[in-house]
C-alpha cells in the first residue's frame, strides 16, 4: 500500500509514472521563493518500508509500469547503499520498466561521487529534474539557494557525464525589476553551456511565499513578456528542448533548439505586440496562486 504524505509533487513528464515517495520533503527547504514543501519536515523513508511499498503493488498491474518517479522534493539525496538496493527492487519487481526519474538538489548532486551516478544510470536512473531558478548568482544569493550558478553547473555535467538526461527549470520574473535582464541573460548563458536535454520556464507565483514576494518589485506581465525574450534569443545550446506550458505561464512556447529558435522569438514579439493592443494589460501583474494546503 502506498502511503503518500501530501502534497505530493511530480514533474508534468512524469504523469503516466507510478510514484514511491522514498523521502518526505526537500532536504533544501531553505529557498526563500518556494513554498512547495514548506509543511513538511524533512526525513529519508527506512529502506525497509520502501521495499515494502513496492511489493504492495498487486501482480496484475506490474507489467504495465514501464516508469518510476521517486518522491520527494530531492530522492537523489537518500543514501548511495540503500538507493541501488531500491532501484533494483523496482527492477525486479517491474518487468517492462525502462525509466526512473527523481528531482535533484545541488546538494544532492554534490553528494554523489561521478562513479555512483554511473550506477545508479545503469541501474535504470535515466532522468534528473533540477531547480536552476536563476543562473544569475546574485539572484541565487537572495533566494538563498545554497550554491551559485558555477557550482550548480559543475553538478549538473557531473551527471550529464554518467549518461543521466537533465530537465531544468527556471523561473520567469524571480528577480523581479531589479535583475531581470542579469536573470534572463544569466540564465540563458548557464543552460548554453550545460545543454540540457530539456528546458522549461515557469512564472513566479504565490504559494506560501508572500514573504519572500514583499522583498522584490514584482514584473509585470509587460516585463516578464521582455525577460522571456532575452531568454529565448539568448539561448544556443547544441540541442535543447524548450517549454514554457506550467500552469503559472500566461505565454506557452514550445519548441527545440536550434531549429526552432527564430520561430520562437517572433512568438515572443508577436505576444509583446500583442499586450500592447490591450490598455492595462503590459502594466498589470500575474495573479495566479495556489493555496490548497
Known sequence: ???????????????????????????QNHCTFCGMYKGKRFCVK??????GEIDSIPLRFRPHVDRVFLA???ALVYPFDGLTRILDHLAA???????????ASPASLAGKSP??????????????????????????????????ADE???????????????????ILGLAGRERSLEHAGGTAAWVNRVNPEYFSLLTLF????DAFIRTIHQCTRGELLLEAREIVAGLHPEKTILRSNHVSNFLNLAGSYPKDRERLIREVDAAIASAGRMPGYKDSTPEYSEEYY
Not at 129 to 138: H, I
Request: overall charge neutral; glycine content about 8%.
Open 72 to 74: 520527494d522534493g530531492d
Open 1 to 27: 500500500m502506498l502511503d503518500y504524505v501530501e502534497p505530493l509533487f511530480r514533474p508534468p513528464s512524469e504523469a503516466r509514472s507510478l510514484i514511491f515517495q522514498i523521502t518526505i520533503g526537500c532536504s
Open 93 to 103: 519487481t517491474f518487468p517492462t520498466l525502462t525509466r526512473i526519474g527523481s528531482y
Open 152 to 170: 550548480m553547473a559543475v553538478q549538473v555535467l557531473k551527471a550529464r557525464g554518467a549518461g543521466m538526461k537533465l530537465s531544468v527549470t527556471a
Open 206 to 209: 504565490h504559494r506560501h511565499n
Open 46 to 51: 527506512p529502506l525497509e518500508e520502501v521495499l
Open 115 to 148: 562513479e555512483e551516478l554511473s550506477v545508479l544510470r545503469q541501474k535504470k536512473l535515466r532522468i534528473l529534474y533540477f531547480g536552476l531558478e536563476s543562473g544569475d548568482t546574485v539572484t541565487l544569493a537572495a533566494i538563498n539557494k545554497g550554491f551559485n
